[in-house]
Each structure stands twice: as structure tokens, then as C-alpha cells.
């Protein structure tokens, strides 16, 4: 999750387009320009929300430590009415839940920063305050140092350098899951999803991508047949990283955007229960390396390249949801293009299957389609938001359960502009 870039100004423009992909039975789409919707408050991740009986909650921001960019209690909740009530929220309307203080290196307990990205609502609690929030969580050396007895944590050796400031580390990122039973007032931190060991991290003098060292992050989780799956950003070396056989395109093909699953009844306890993809199964342990979901990849000669490189190509930062209307899933991603990833478009794709009772189905993506572009701008964490329509509250829709239409927001970062808006509807077609 990179922060603050250097940006080159150039005439704004915006592509918007109608299309499938090759995939049988993929749906289309349009893009349809709306009154533009400006959020009041700091996001840098996917909007984590659920539905609390008639109230819509949100969960933008970041907590915790970070010595590159300070401590930030910028994690914060506002409700509304509805999807577009609780967007229009004040900053002054949010407010900071009670969340876990963080531990000092050495100890066990939170370190790092974390963003919330997902929150999973457990059906098993009728009152609807029982909550799972599926975290991005950032680390350094410093915050959290190797331990040579549990082989945790990251020595500070050929570290590559972050984005600040020459000098500076890059972060290392992984995903933990915290719990609430008041409906997300105050929450439990119940542990690491899935991480990497400090032996995949990559490198100098091969890692001048300025972001991070590696690790996985970025993720948006969905719950079906049992379990929560997770779809992640794979940032580290898909191997033992040694520099005598340190290979890009080895990297590359061990990037993109992963998937691994935990069952729903490991959420109170989930370290060491989840498994990653490993190109046949759900056989990879929560800290070895998953296989990318192959048709997400972008290949060497349209741009594909290793995270860890400057001129870096791949998806990154899924949005997934349920469309009831095509009955499918649908997933959003942003495409890092050049340096500390840049990338000015958003791709869309599908998944047909209803269910993943078959694992490979999971798998089963089509080719990314381009949705939107924006020229001079870097566009993040794009995501789709429910509408405030009778259909949409009465069905209590959130970013992971859809309808035909649903607001498109990304986060804008331009010239002297850095915002999280809607500027369209999209719809959705049935082919």
C-alpha cells in the first residue's frame, strides 16, 4: 500500500467504455456520468462496511505505528441511512473506535499499521454486532524485528529503500483479522491471515521499486460454503530469495492478485488455519508462497513486469462482490504502471460460477477488461458502492453484494488533488 508520489500534470481526461471480455456468458457493462461525489474523510484502502440493522457503517482509514509516515488514528466509523447518507457524512460525524495498542517490538501483539478492507458480518449473530474486520497491516524492520526462535518478523539486511525519502525502508505488508461484538465500536485483534517469512523478501540490489519488500496486502474477502476467501496482492519472491539466482521473470510469475481461504469457524483463531492457492488447490500453508490467479497476470509484452522493478506491471488492490442482478462475481483491480505504481486505469473482471465448491472455480476469472482511465491522474482502490434506492437498502447491499447498477469510486490522486470520489454509475448488461 504505497502512500505519497511525485506527480506530472497532464490534460484530464476520461475513457469510458462498454464491453466484455472473451469469456463465456461474460457480462457487459456501461459507465453512465453522474453528479460527482467527493468523500469527507481520509482513505487509502478498500471501504470496509455492513449493515448494523437500518444503519450503514463505515470503517475508512488507517491506525497504528509507522515510522515512515507517523502514527496515524485516522481508522474511523461514520453511519448513515443508507450507502450515499454515510458517504456524505461530515468529518466531523466520524468517529475512532476503541482498537488494540500496539505492542513494543520483541512482544507478541499488534505492530505496524493497519488498514481495515474488509468487514465480514457472522451470520450466527442475530443482532448483526458481531464482526470480522480483515486488515492490511504494514511492518519495517524496526517495528517488527526478526526473531531468530520463531523465524518471524524481518532483519534489516540489503533492505531496499521506501518511497519518503532517500534512506528510507520500504514496508513489508501482511493481513490479520480483528473481531468486534458491538458492531464495530471496539475491536480484538485475533491475529495474522497470511504473511510472508522474511527469506521471500526481495532484496537490494534488485528491489528499487521504492514500495515494498514484499509481503502480501491489499485485500478484498468474500464468505461462501463455509469459508472467508481472500484476494490479495502477491508482492514477495515466489522462492527462497538468494542473489546469485535472483531471476525477474521467476518474480513475475509469482505475482498478481492471490487467493487464499480460511473457514469461517477459524475466525476467532486464525493463525496457521488459512491456505493460499498453489496452483491446484488450497494446499499452501498461510506463509508460503501462493500461485496468482493466472488470467489476472499481465505478460511481458503488454507491459508485465515484477513488483520490485520500476517499470512494474501488474493488478493489484481487487474489489470483489456478489452481483445478484448477473449472478456473478465482479472484481476490480488498478494496474501499476511504471514507478512507486503509478496507473491512471481500472480493470474490471468476472466470475461466473455461483459457488466455489469446486476450489478451481475460483480461479475462473476472465480476461481483465479496461472500465475506466483517467490520464495525469494515479488511480487506486477502485471499488463499487450501493446506490440509496429502495432496492438497494431494502436488499441491504453493501461493496460485496450488488445489484444491476452501483456507484464506481476510486481513489484520485493528481496534481495538487488527492481525493476518494464517484464521478459515475456503472450498469450492468446481461449478454
Same mark, same amino acid.
Given at each position: 500500500?504505497?502512500?505519497?508520489?511525485?506527480?506530472?500534470?497532464?490534460?484530464?481526461?476520461?475513457?469510458?467504455?462498454?464491453?466484455?471480455?472473451?469469456?463465456?456468458?461474460?457480462?457487459?457493462?456501461?459507465?453512465?456520468?453522474?453528479?460527482?461525489?467527493?468523500?469527507?474523510?481520509?482513505?487509502?484502502?478498500?471501504?470496509?462496511?455492513?449493515?448494523?440493522?437500518?444503519?450503514?457503517?463505515?470503517?475508512?482509514?488507517?491506525?497504528?505505528?509507522?515510522?515512515?509516515?507517523?502514527?496515524?488514528?485516522?481508522?474511523?466509523?461514520?453511519?448513515?441511512?443508507?450507502?450515499?447518507?454515510?458517504?456524505?457524512?461530515?468529518?466531523?460525524?466520524?468517529?475512532?473506535?476503541?482498537?488494540?495498542?500496539?505492542?513494543?517490538?520483541?512482544?507478541?501483539?499488534?505492530?505496524?499499521?493497519?488498514?481495515?478492507?474488509?468487514?465480514?458480518?457472522?451470520?450466527?449473530?442475530?443482532?448483526?454486532?458481531?464482526?470480522?474486520?480483515?486488515?492490511?497491516?504494514?511492518?519495517?524492520?524496526?517495528?517488527?524485528?526478526?526473531?531468530?526462535?520463531?523465524?518471524?518478523?524481518?532483519?534489516?539486511?540489503?533492505?531496499?529503500?521506501?518511497?519518503?525519502?532517500?534512506?528510507?525502508?520500504?514496508?513489508?505488508?501482511?493481513?490479520?483479522?480483528?473481531?468486534?461484538?458491538?458492531?464495530?465500536?471496539?475491536?480484538?485483534?485475533?491475529?495474522?491471515?497470511?504473511?510472508?517469512?522474511?527469506?521471500?523478501?526481495?532484496?537490494?540490489?534488485?528491489?528499487?521499486?521504492?514500495?515494498?519488500?514484499?509481503?502480501?496486502?491489499?485485500?478484498?474477502?468474500?464468505?461462501?460454503?463455509?469459508?472467508?476467501?481472500?484476494?490479495?496482492?502477491?508482492?514477495?519472491?515466489?522462492?527462497?530469495?538468494?542473489?546469485?539466482?535472483?531471476?525477474?521473470?521467476?518474480?513475475?510469475?509469482?505475482?498478481?492478485?492471490?487467493?487464499?481461504?480460511?473457514?469461517?469457524?477459524?475466525?476467532?483463531?486464525?493463525?496457521?488455519?488459512?491456505?493460499?492457492?498453489?496452483?491446484?488447490?488450497?494446499?499452501?500453508?498461510?506463509?508460503?508462497?501462493?500461485?496468482?490467479?493466472?488470467?489476472?497476470?499481465?505478460?511481458?509484452?503488454?507491459?508485465?513486469?515484477?513488483?520490485?522493478?520500476?517499470?512494474?506491471?501488474?493488478?493489484?488492490?481487487?474489489?470483489?462482490?456478489?452481483?445478484?442482478?448477473?449472478?456473478?462475481?465482479?472484481?476490480?483491480?488498478?494496474?501499476?504502471?511504471?514507478?512507486?505504481?503509478?496507473?491512471?486505469?481500472?480493470?474490471?473482471?468476472? $466470475?461466473?460460477?455461483? *459457488?466455489?465448491? @469446486?476450489?478451481?472455480?475460483?480461479?475462473?476469472?476472465?480476461?481483465? =477488461?479496461? +472500465? /475506466?482511465? !483517467?490520464?495525469?491522474?494515479?488511480?487506486?482502490?477502485?471499488?463499487?458502492?450501493?446506490? $440509496?434506492?429502495?432496492? *438497494?437498502?431494502? @436488499?441491504?447491499?453493501?461493496?460485496?453484494?450488488?445489484?444491476?447498477? =452501483?456507484? +464506481? /469510486?476510486? !481513489?484520485?490522486?493528481?496534481?495538487?488533488?488527492?481525493?476518494?470520489?464517484?464521478?459515475?454509475?456503472?450498469?450492468?448488461?446481461?449478454?
Amino acid at each position: 500500500m504505497p502512500h505519497k508520489l511525485s506527480l506530472i500534470a497532464i490534460p484530464l481526461s476520461v475513457l469510458m467504455l462498454s464491453g466484455c471480455g472473451n469469456h463465456k456468458r461474460t457480462p457487459g457493462f456501461r459507465l453512465i456520468p453522474a453528479e460527482k461525489i467527493m468523500f469527507n474523510s481520509f482513505v487509502d484502502c478498500n471501504m470496509a462496511e455492513v449493515w448494523i440493522g437500518d444503519t450503514f457503517r463505515i470503517f475508512p482509514g488507517k491506525y497504528g505505528e509507522d515510522p515512515l509516515w507517523g502514527n496515524a488514528r485516522d481508522l474511523k466509523y461514520a453511519d448513515g441511512r443508507n450507502s450515499m447518507d454515510a458517504f456524505a457524512r461530515d468529518s466531523s460525524g466520524f468517529r475512532e473506535p476503541k482498537l488494540p495498542p500496539n505492542a513494543a517490538p520483541g512482544k507478541e501483539g499488534l505492530h505496524g499499521a493497519v488498514w481495515f478492507e474488509t468487514v465480514y458480518q457472522s451470520s450466527s449473530d442475530k443482532s448483526g454486532n458481531t464482526l470480522y474486520a480483515i486488515y492490511h497491516n504494514e511492518n519495517y524492520p524496526t517495528t517488527l524485528p526478526f526473531d531468530s526462535v520463531t523465524g518471524t518478523g524481518y532483519r534489516n539486511v540489503e533492505w531496499p529503500e521506501g518511497i519518503k525519502e532517500p534512506g528510507s525502508l520500504a514496508a513489508v505488508c501482511r493481513i490479520g483479522i480483528m473481531k468486534s461484538t458491538d458492531g464495530g465500536k471496539s475491536w480484538e485483534n485475533k491475529g495474522i491471515f497470511i504473511e510472508d517469512p522474511d527469506g521471500r523478501m526481495i532484496r537490494n540490489p534488485f528491489n528499487t521499486s521504492k514500495t515494498f519488500a514484499g509481503g502480501v496486502g491489499d485485500p478484498s474477502a468474500i464468505a461462501t460454503g463455509g469459508y472467508l476467501y481472500l484476494f490479495y496482492g502477491e508482492y514477495g519472491y515466489p522462492e527462497t530469495f538468494n542473489r546469485s539466482s535472483y531471476n525477474p521473470e521467476t518474480e513475475r510469475k509469482g505475482q498478481c492478485i492471490s487467493i487464499a481461504r480460511i473457514a469461517l469457524a477459524d475466525l476467532d483463531a486464525p493463525e496457521g488455519k488459512a491456505r493460499r492457492w498453489d496452483g491446484t488447490g488450497f494446499n499452501a500453508p498461510f506463509d508460503g508462497p501462493g500461485s496468482p490467479v493466472k488470467s489476472l497476470q499481465i505478460p511481458t509484452d503488454q507491459g508485465g513486469g515484477p513488483a520490485s522493478s520500476p517499470a512494474a506491471g501488474f493488478h493489484w488492490g481487487p474489489s470483489v462482490s456478489w452481483n445478484s442482478y448477473l449472478g456473478c462475481w465482479v472484481m476490480l483491480m488498478a494496474r501499476s504502471k511504471g514507478p512507486s505504481w503509478n496507473g491512471s486505469q481500472v480493470f474490471i473482471s468476472f $466470475n461466473m460460477n455461483r *459457488d466455489f465448491n @469446486d476450489p478451481a472455480a475460483t480461479q475462473d476469472w476472465t480476461s481483465p =477488461a479496461l +472500465l /475506466f482511465e !483517467k490520464p495525469g491522474y494515479i488511480l487506486w482502490y477502485p471499488s463499487l458502492q450501493p446506490l $440509496n434506492t429502495p432496492e *438497494d437498502i431494502s @436488499d441491504r447491499n453493501t461493496c460485496l453484494h450488488l445489484g444491476k447498477r =452501483a456507484r +464506481l /469510486f476510486i !481513489k484520485h490522486i493528481g496534481p495538487g488533488d488527492d481525493q476518494y470520489a464517484s464521478e459515475h454509475i456503472i450498469e450492468f448488461l446481461k449478454n
